[in-house]
């Protein structure tokens, strides 16, 4: 299961579904009597990404459903559906880095990990994970980030200059944090790009200099710029290849868990938590 779109929209016709028009109504969740779903005869919030998958039943469409092979493990293929597609995505189809590019990824969580595995998938240059945790630093570089920068060092953006090309080529930021951005902006070389996936403050800061006078570009992303009906396949392929080993960033929790899971993922002792209902 993943996100919801019209299919019918400009956005939709061009193939880019994440940017439907009226990709709010169907993906923010339904309130009142818009709601899918009743305790009795009052309705009950729903339709959260268009399927509100925390829970046993859900009510989905065709539009935000793939078929996969039945052997696919489902747990190993849940953070498909968004997580994955997105930063994955942004790597593969925005940012689009080749074997002499050097991207740095601000941010290995889930998300960023994915962007990691991502980029090794598709013969990305040099790949650079930079993070505050030493333990989501060692796992990015078992995942295949050939640089791994602690994120609270002072000279972030010097030590990426200093492996070539006079900075990053290409940069995602999965954090949304502020002073992050401004980092992976600063770490860019002239014309680099930066794509942006995380949501943190509604306003950030930009010295409009460094833009314009070495050609930088920042651009957003939402769930990777492709359509599921194509990519998620491609993931799994990339799954059973070996390129994209998402068991090792998940943890199985079952549903009466759940607060363990959240917690888990909160204090960064679990990677990706997945509920399950068997």
């Not at 990709?23 to 009743?38: C, H």
């Not at 052997?71 to 080749?98: E, H, K, M, N």
């Not at 944090?177 to 600063?186: G, Q, R």
Request: glycine content about 12%; overall charge negative.
């Amino acid at each position: 299961m993943t996100y919801q779109s019209c299919g019918e929209c400009a956005e939709c016709s061009c193939d880019l579904p994440g940017y439907c028009t009226h990709w709010a109504t169907l993906n923010a969740g339904r309130f009142g009597p818009d709601s899918p779903l009743r305790a009795g005869e009052e309705p009950v919030t729903g339709g959260f990404f268009g399927q509100s998958s925390f829970a046993s039943r859900v009510l989905a469409t065709t539009r935000n459903i793939v078929v996969i092979d039945p052997d696919v493990d489902l747990v190993s293929a849940a953070p498909f559906g968004c997580a994955v597609q997105t930063r994955a995505g942004a790597v593969t189809q925005v940012l689009a880095p080749d074997a002499s590019s050097v991207l740095a990824v601000f941010g290995v969580g889930g998300v960023g990990m994915s962007a990691v595995m991502a980029a090794r998938a598709i013969g990305a240059g040099t790949v650079v994970a930079v993070d505050l945790s030493p333990d989501r630093l060692k796992l990015a570089s078992e995942l295949g980030a050939d640089v791994i920068i602690d994120g609270g060092d002072t000279d972030v953006a010097a030590q990426i200059a200093a492996l070539g090309n006079g900075g990053a080529t290409h940069a995602l930021d999965t954090t949304g944090a502020a002073p992050v951005i401004a980092t992976a902006i600063d770490s860019l070389t002239a014309r680099g790009v930066l794509a942006m996936v995380g949501l943190g403050p509604s306003t950030v800061p930009i010295e409009v200099a460094k833009l314009i006078g070495r050609g930088k570009t920042i651009r957003g992303s939402i769930e990777g710029d492709v359509n599921p009906h194509t990519y998620l396949p491609q993931l799994v392929r990339w799954h059973r290849d070996g390129q994209l080993p998402i068991e090792q960033l998940i943890r199985a929790y079952p549903l009466d868990r759940i607060n363990d899971a959240i917690a888990d993922a909160a204090s960064g002792a679990v990677v990706k938590p997945v509920i399950t209902f068997v």
